[in-house]
């Protein structure tokens, strides 16, 4: 990894480390400040909802296994595989 790589990627972590600490430290005199502050507003508006209606599963069948059995013909000819059958008494 190239030498300016390692620096900008510590610059970026340290300003990322910063602002962090910085945005939770902050501190505002009157509401009104506060209520202006894009940081505080984003603080609050990223408050999560519940869902008051849950979706209710759906069960339906969409399919119907039908087993049907499998017969294997056996056959099995010597002539047709070029071999001789076994000797016959
Ligand atoms: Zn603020």
Redesign the pocket.
């Known amino acids: 990894m190239r030498l300016w790589t390692k620096w900008t990627a510590w610059l970026c972590l340290s300003l990322m480390v910063w602002m962090a600490a910085v945005e939770s430290a902050?501190n505002?005199a009157t509401r009104t400040?506060?209520a202006s502050?894009?940081?505080?507003v984003a603080?609050q508006s990223a408050s999560p909802t519940l869902s008051s209606s849950p979706i209710a599963p759906v069960f339906a069948a969409v399919g119907l296994l039908q087993e049907e059995d499998v017969i294997a013909k056996a056959r099995f000819d010597f002539s047709e595989a070029g071999i001789r059958g076994p000797p016959a008494l």
Do not use: F, P, Q, R
Not at 37 to 40: A, D, L, N, Q, R
């Open positions: 902050h505002h400040e506060s502050c894009s940081i505080c603080a």
